[in-house]
Structure formats: C-alpha cells, structure tokens
C-alpha cells in the first residue's frame, strides 16, 4: 500500500495527466484540485529545484522523499510560510 502519511498518494505521479497537472501547478499556474500548497505540489517544486527536471514517476518519491521531508522540516524550521 502507498505512503499516505505525506498527504498524497506518490503514485499520482504514474498518472501522466495528474503528473501534467501537479508539474503545472509546481510552475505557478492555478490547476484544480491542486492548489500551491499540495504536498505533491511542493515536492515537485523541491525536485526541480534539486535535480533540474519534474518528477517523472513515483520512482522519484520513493528514491527522493526522505531528502525532500527532511529539506522541508529544516527549511520551515522557524520561518512563516503562511504567505506562500
């Protein structure tokens, strides 16, 4: 079973119309149903900014998810993110 504890369901990047939709939002645009701050939003816009390219599968989560939780615990450590 999929690791929901992160507030998505990884495989969504499996699906190439929800991955379209999820990499479009991590860009800035307004996608229904994912908003700026979805969890999967955001761990696309982490990925790209580490590695230089959208998530491609949920392979990325499983192979980067752990880097990724523990850069946002450090980064909101203390900061307000209430703005966006």
Known sequence: MPDNSYGFDPSVFDDALERE????????????????????VKFAKWYKDT?????RSSEEWRLHGD??????????????????
């Open 21 to 40: 939709k999820i990499n479009a939002a991590a860009e800035g645009m307004n996608v229904p149903g994912f908003p700026w701050n979805h969890p999967a």
């Open 51 to 55: 590695f230089g390219h959208k998530p």
């Open 67 to 84: 880097a990724y939780t523990a850069a946002k615990d450090y980064a909101t450590a203390g900061t307000d993110d209430s703005a966006g």
